[in-house]
C-alpha cells in the first residue's frame, strides 16, 4: 500500500516557473514509476511525465508530450519523492495535477495502467 501526497501548487502568471512534489510513503521498488498527469475541467486525465525510481531513463510522452521541452521529471531517492519542475508556464497548463505509481511495465501514459493516486494539486496560469 502507498500513501501520495502532491504539494507546490499555486497561481502563477504566463511564462512563470512552478516546482510540484509527489511524496510517496510505503515500500517502493526500483522498477517502479511515478508519473504526473492533470484534468482540467470538462477534459479527459492527460499524461504528463513518469520516472522510474532507478531514474535512467525520464518518459515525456510522444513528439507531441505536453511536457516536452518545459517540464521536467526528477526523483529524489533520499525523499522518496518525484519532482516536476514547470518553466514557461501557459494559461493552458491550468489544471488539477496528480502524481500516480505503478509496477507495469508498459501504458505509462494510460491512467488505469497505475494502481495507487494523490489528491492532486491546483495548478492556475493566469494573467
Known amino acids: 500500500q502507498l500513501q501520495l501526497v502532491e504539494s507546490g501548487g499555486g497561481f502563477v502568471q504566463p511564462g512563470g516557473s512552478l516546482r510540484l512534489s509527489c511524496k510517496v510513503s510505503?515500500?517502493?521498488?526500483?522498477?517502479?514509476?511515478v508519473a504526473w498527469f492533470r484534468q482540467a475541467p470538462g477534459k479527459e486525465r492527460e499524461f504528463v511525465a513518469a520516472?522510474?525510481?532507478?531514474?535512467?531513463?525520464?518518459?515525456?510522452?510522444g513528439p507531441g508530450g505536453v511536457a516536452r521541452g518545459r517540464f521536467v521529471i526528477s526523483t529524489d531517492n533520499a525523499k522518496s519523492t518525484v519532482n516536476l519542475q514547470m518553466y514557461r508556464l501557459k494559461p493552458e497548463d491550468t489544471a488539477l495535477y496528480y502524481c500516480?505509481?505503478?509496477?507495469?511495465?508498459?501504458?505509462?501514459?494510460?491512467?488505469?495502467?497505475?494502481?495507487?493516486w494523490g489528491r492532486g494539486t491546483q495548478v492556475t496560469v493566469s494573467s
Open positions: 500516480a505509481s505503478t509496477s507495469s511495465d508498459a501504458g505509462l501514459e494510460n491512467p488505469g495502467s497505475y494502481t495507487y
Open positions: 510505503g515500500r517502493t521498488f526500483s522498477d517502479d514509476a
Open positions: 520516472i522510474r525510481w532507478r531514474s535512467d531513463s525520464p518518459y515525456y510522452g
